[in-house]
């Protein structure tokens, strides 16, 4: 089987430097995205039998990951948008 692919992206906010981390464990099928730097311990939480979230020291919540996650050996293409309302954009 083929090793499990990472991507990691730096994303702009303003002056500041976001971290955004997507890994995919193409051995175990699951998908983790991270938004947040753990900074230490790492504590996680099963939300349902295919979501986990991360959550940091503090209790911010800094990433998740889908269970079960498969591409059936499709190419997997990555996007980052920002955008400034809480509305997501139609598309």
Known sequence: ???????????????EMAHLKIVQDLENKTLMVFFGDPGGDVHSEEIDD??????????????????EYETNGTV????????SSTTLPEG
């Open 1 to 15: 089987m083929a090793p499990a692919k990472k991507t990691q992206t730096i994303i702009m906010k303003g002056n």
């Open 50 to 67: 295919t979501t986990v979230i991360f959550r940091n020291d503090d209790g911010e919540i800094i990433g998740v990951e889908k269970l």
């Open 76 to 83: 997997v293409d990555v996007s980052v948008e920002t955008h």
